[in-house]
T-cell receptor, first 111, second 113 residues
């Protein structure tokens, strides 16, 4: 089955700086890669996603890149703000149709 | 358009009791997924259901756990004879079609005493 690895597990940045979180996946059939943000005690919220026919997608301060050959994808957050502090999860879904999640990155934006 | 609903939000059970968790998908969604999140860990897939069918239960423990999604009513995740290790947050998600975006409910936090 699919295996998704995510790093770093913790990331601290100064407000205004950029944050990058990276994930790799194992199943070459995977074709959908969402990113979720989870605040403490809350549900995971979809923040951006990308499909395998696209290499990059951007939504305001958030962007995701996908390299299918290398089987990795990354989340980029620019101009970080304190409210960006949360746990971020990458995920991949392929032929199994279920999401396989990475282990999460605790992002802390320092004011 | 109401989002994914789950109840109860918090559930306390003693060891050996049964826990029933309910999930109502978003309107128009017929695909439901259950995930378990242990404290300070990631989300682990448990089971994927479509109306009246279990599509994939590869992530569900073989004993004590069962799930259903009847033609009418919510999807139910049932845990029999709960043990302390079952304490976790259980999230369900729904999507309109397989492989489409999954939207999560608020979760049920189960505490087994």
């Amino acid at each position: 089955g699919e295996n998704v690895e995510q790093h770093p597990s913790t990331l601290s940045v100064q407000e205004g700086d950029s944050a990058v979180i990276k994930c790799t996946y194992s199943d070459s059939a995977s074709n959908y890669f969402p990113w979720y943000k989870q605040e403490l005690g809350k549900r995971p919220q979809l923040i951006i996603d990308i499909r395998s026919n696209v290499g990059e997608k951007k939504d305001q301060r958030i962007a995701v890149t996908l390299n299918k050959t290398a089987k990795h994808f990354s989340l980029h957050i620019t101009e970080t703000q304190p409210e960006d502090s949360a746990v971020y999860f990458c995920a991949a879904t392929g032929s199994a149709r279920q999401l396989t999640f990475g282990s999460g990155t605790q992002l802390t934006v320092l004011p | 358009n109401a989002g994914v609903m789950q109840n109860p939000r918090h559930l306390v059970r003693r060891r050996g009791q049964e826990a029933r968790l309910r999930c109502s998908p978003m309107k128009g969604h017929s695909h439901v997924y259950w995930y378990r999140q242990l404290p300070e860990e990631g989300l682990k897939f448990m089971v994927y259901l479509q109306k009246e069918n279990i599509i994939d239960e590869s992530g569900m423990p073989k004993e004590r756990f069962s799930a259903e999604f009847p033609k009418e009513g919510p999807s139910i995740l049932r845990i029999q004879q709960v043990v302390r290790g079952d304490s976790a947050a259980y999230f369900c998600a729904s999507s309109p079609d397989p492989g489409e975006t999954q939207y999560f409910g608020p979760g049920t936090r189960l505490l087994v005493l």
